[in-house]
């Protein structure tokens, strides 16, 4: 776009639009996947869950063993084969970073997620985890230090038997 045309406002907003579409269709569920590995790294909050990325990339995971499994039992060649299989690799990578780095950040920040509308951003199993952390956390923290306090000590939110709300939430 030329500076006269910006300076105008007269712009092509919809050429890049479709320009940044053909894009995204461009792209393969790898590369979504890979993308929201990375903003998931960097971001410093949990994102939202991608739901239907991951389930993509599981089925495309199970189609590509099922092919290297045929194309072994076929005698296809070698190096067919192992490019498969570094597909399935990397794909398999992938998913298990993405997956990894949001159970970091869960354990890490556990009360917190669960005490905000981050909740809400977790997947379905992400919350059943969160909620299995938490009890073994109050567990632990009950056998180990909470019962072993005076009575208004005893909570792992609370800082005394003064505050009606939960000071950690």
């Given amino acids: 776009m030329s500076a006269s045309a910006m300076a105008s406002g007269s712009g092509t ?3 890049e639009a479709e320009v940044d579409e053909s894009l995204l269709a ?3 569920d790898v590369d979504l996947l890979k993308r929201a590995w990375r903003n998931e790294k960097a971001a410093p909050e949990i994102l939202q869950f991608e739901a239907s990325l991951v389930l993509r990339i599981r089925e495309q995971i199970k189609l590509i063993e099922e092919t290297v499994e045929e194309f072994v039992d076929n005698g296809v060649d070698d190096l067919i084969v192992s ?3 570094m597909d399935l690799d990397r794909s398999l990578f992938l998913l298990r970073a993405y997956f990894r780095i949001r159970l970091q950040k869960i354990e890490k920040y556990v009360i917190h997620i669960s005490k905000t509308d981050l909740w809400n951003k ?4 992400e919350q ?3 909620k299995r ?5 109050e567990k632990h923290l009950n056998q180990s230090v909470l019962e072993r306090l005076p009575y208004g000590y005893q909570s792992i939110l609370k800082q005394s038997i003064s505050s009606d709300e939960d ?3």
Avoid at 122 to 125: P, R, T, W
Avoid at 133 to 137: K, P, R, S, T, V
């Fill in 26 to 28: 461009a792209t393969t």
């Fill in 83 to 85: 490019l498969y299989q």
């Fill in 133 to 137: 952390c938490i009890d073994i956390m």
């Fill in 13 to 15: 907003w919809s050429a």
């Fill in 128 to 130: 059943k985890f969160t």
């Fill in 122 to 125: 977790l997947s379905e199993q």
């Fill in 167 to 169: 000071d950690m939430g």
